[in-house]
């Protein structure tokens, strides 16, 4: 599976934008999707998740009750709705996954297939 993540761009504090990664050579239907965030100079973090069935999500502290993760009935496009972005938020964003019935992993080394990343900035 290819996975292709888009929706990134410059915002002021305050306002949202809405990530999508699209699927592609199969559908996501077994799959937990993730989405992680990668500032410069630090490490790797997990943002959000869902899992397979789209029943379940999971977040992040510093996120929790700002970003929404959500999966379409066709299960071939996760979303990352993410409302009063602030400066904390930069980073560039990937979305990964992996074949999974249970409850999604927070650790990206459990991610086998991760898009290219897409580049978020909130300007103060």
């Known amino acids: 599976v290819q996975l292709q993540a888009s929706g990134g761009g410059l915002v002021q504090a305050g306002g949202s934008l809405r990530l999508s990664c699209a699927a592609s050579?199969?559908?996501?239907?077994?799959?937990?999707v993730g989405w992680f965030r990668q500032a410069p100079g630090k490490e790797r973090e997990f943002v959000a998740a869902i899992n397979w069935s789209g029943g379940s999500t999971y977040y992040a502290d510093s996120v929790k009750g700002r970003f929404t993760i959500s999966r379409n009935n066709a299960q071939t496009t996760v979303y990352l709705q993410m409302n009063s972005l602030n400066p904390e938020d930069t980073a560039v964003y990937y979305c990964?996954?992996?074949?999974?019935?249970?409850?999604?992993?927070?650790?990206?080394?459990?991610?086998?297939?991760w898009g290219q990343g897409t580049q978020v900035t909130v300007s103060s």
């Open positions: 990964a996954g992996y074949v999974n019935y249970g409850v999604p992993s927070r650790a990206h080394s459990n991610y086998n297939y």
């Open positions: 050579g199969r559908t996501f239907s077994s799959y937990a």
